[in-house]
Nanobody
C-alpha cells in the first residue's frame, strides 16, 4: 500500500490549491482515504475522509466551507480542494488510509506529506 501526496506549494492568501493523493499497490477503490494536516507546534488535524463505496465525505476538522474532498477511482486518486486559503492553513498535508471497507482512522498507511505555505 503506497500513497503519494502532491500539489502543495506556496500560495497567496485567498487563493486556491488542489492536493492529490495517488494510490498504488492496492485497490484503492475499496478503501476510505483521508486528508490530515500538521502545522509546526500543533497537533495533527483530521481534515476530511471520503468513503470507499459511496464516496460520502465527512469533514471533522476542516475549515467550514473551504475544503472539499473528492475521489476519482479510475485514476486511483483522492483530491483535497482548498479554497479561500488562509495563512493558518500553512502545514504539511498528508493522506492516509487503513483497511478495505474501513474508516479513515486510525490510519495504518500514510503518504509522505506535501507542504502548503500560505503568504499573507
Amino acid at each position: 500500500v503506497q500513497l503519494q501526496a502532491s500539489g502543495g506549494g506556496l500560495v497567496q492568501a485567498g487563493g486556491s490549491l488542489r492536493l492529490s493523493c495517488t494510490a498504488s499497490g492496492f485497490d484503492s477503490e475499496l478503501y476510505a482515504i483521508g486528508w490530515f494536516r500538521q502545522a509546526p507546534g500543533k497537533e495533527r488535524e483530521r481534515l476530511a475522509c471520503i468513503s470507499s463505496s459511496s464516496s460520502i465525505p465527512i469533514y471533522p476538522d476542516a475549515p467550514k466551507g473551504r475544503f472539499t474532498i473528492s475521489r476519482d477511482n479510475a485514476k486511483n486518486t483522492v483530491y483535497l480542494q482548498m479554497d479561500n486559503i488562509e495563512p493558518e492553513d500553512t502545514a504539511v498535508y498528508y493522506c492516509a488510509t487503513d483497511r478495505p471497507m474501513g474508516s479513515c482512522w486510525p490510519s495504518r498507511y500514510w503518504g509522505q506529506g506535501t507542504q502548503v505555505t500560505v503568504s499573507s
